[in-house]
């Protein structure tokens, strides 16, 4: 599978020989979406916490008299009927939203993003991206140099604390490391910027 690489002005210069395995793979929708899904799950933290019926504030005085008043019958203002009463299936702390992947799910399915990305031309390679100052603005003019200014994932094999400082208040751009990529960010950008580097270290990893 070859692959474009870009110079800074944004023009391809030449081809990258990569993994068929990782760019060339067929996209699988079921196992993309089960792998985004999962990764999302796997973030939440589950510390939410509501009330059951024997934990909410309330008075044991029977509201009304059993019989006669031709309302429904109720024994207390806790029940989840009422307002304010206890919830019938309350979110506990100890609530566990994981979800398990396999690590050969989980790579066949980061094959597939890539794989998609490439064919869709949404993945473009550059040789190294390096910024001489941590100002955001050169990094600004640097990715309008490389017409991609505008929703944009960058990924380098080592982020550089110029890179990091000049790009984190760019609202519309994320900067990670190649072991940090997630499927989530793949798939959200319009745009994905891939060092030389960084396409090795992803043969390594998932290859």
């Given at each position: 599978?070859?692959?474009?690489?870009?110079?800074?002005?944004?023009?391809?210069?030449?081809?990258?020989?990569?993994?068929?395995?990782?760019?060339?793979?067929?996209?699988?929708?079921?196992?993309?979406?089960?792998?985004?899904?999962?990764y999302q799950a796997n973030a939440r933290?589950?510390?939410?916490?509501?009330?059951?019926?024997?934990?909410?504030?309330?008075?044991?005085?029977?509201?009304?008299?059993?019989?006669?008043?031709?309302?429904?019958?109720?024994?207390?203002?806790?029940?989840?009927?009422?307002?304010?009463?206890?919830?019938?299936?309350?979110n506990s702390p100890e609530q566990n939203?994981?979800?398990?992947?396999?690590?050969?799910?989980?790579?066949?399915?980061?094959?597939?993003?890539?794989?998609?990305?490439?064919?869709?031309?949404?993945?473009?390679?550059?040789?190294?991206?390096?910024?001489?100052?941590?100002?955001?603005?050169?990094?600004?003019?640097?990715?309008?140099?490389?017409?991609?200014?505008?929703?944009?994932?960058?990924?380098?094999?080592?982020?550089?604390?110029?890179?990091?400082l000049s790009s984190r208040n760019l609202?519309?751009?994320?900067?990670?490391?190649?072991?940090?990529?997630?499927?989530?960010?793949?798939?959200?950008?319009?745009?994905?910027?891939?060092?030389?580097?960084?396409?090795?270290?992803?043969?390594?990893?998932?290859?």
């Amino acid at each position: 599978m070859e692959l474009k690489v870009i110079n800074e002005q944004g023009q391809e210069a030449a081809k990258l020989q990569a993994s068929d395995v990782l760019f060339g793979r067929e996209f699988n929708e079921a196992l993309v979406h089960q792998v985004v899904v999962a990764y999302q799950a796997n973030a939440r933290s589950g510390d939410s916490k509501q009330k059951d019926r024997s934990e909410v504030r309330h008075t044991t005085t029977k509201p009304w008299r059993q019989k006669g008043t031709g309302r429904a019958r109720s024994g207390s203002n806790g029940s989840p009927l009422w307002r304010g009463g206890g919830r019938i299936f309350p979110n506990s702390p100890e609530q566990n939203y994981t979800q398990k992947v396999n690590k050969k799910m989980f790579r066949a399915g980061m094959a597939a993003i890539l794989s998609e990305l490439a064919r869709q031309d949404r993945l473009v390679v550059i040789d190294d991206l390096a910024v001489d100052a941590p100002k955001t603005k050169l990094f600004a003019q640097k990715l309008k140099g490389l017409g991609l200014d505008g929703n944009l994932l960058v990924i380098t094999d080592e982020l550089s604390e110029n890179l990091y400082l000049s790009s984190r208040n760019l609202p519309n751009v994320l900067v990670l490391e190649a072991q940090e990529a997630d499927p989530v960010s793949l798939v959200r950008f319009a745009k994905v910027l891939v060092t030389k580097n960084a396409v090795a270290k992803f043969e390594e990893m998932w290859g």
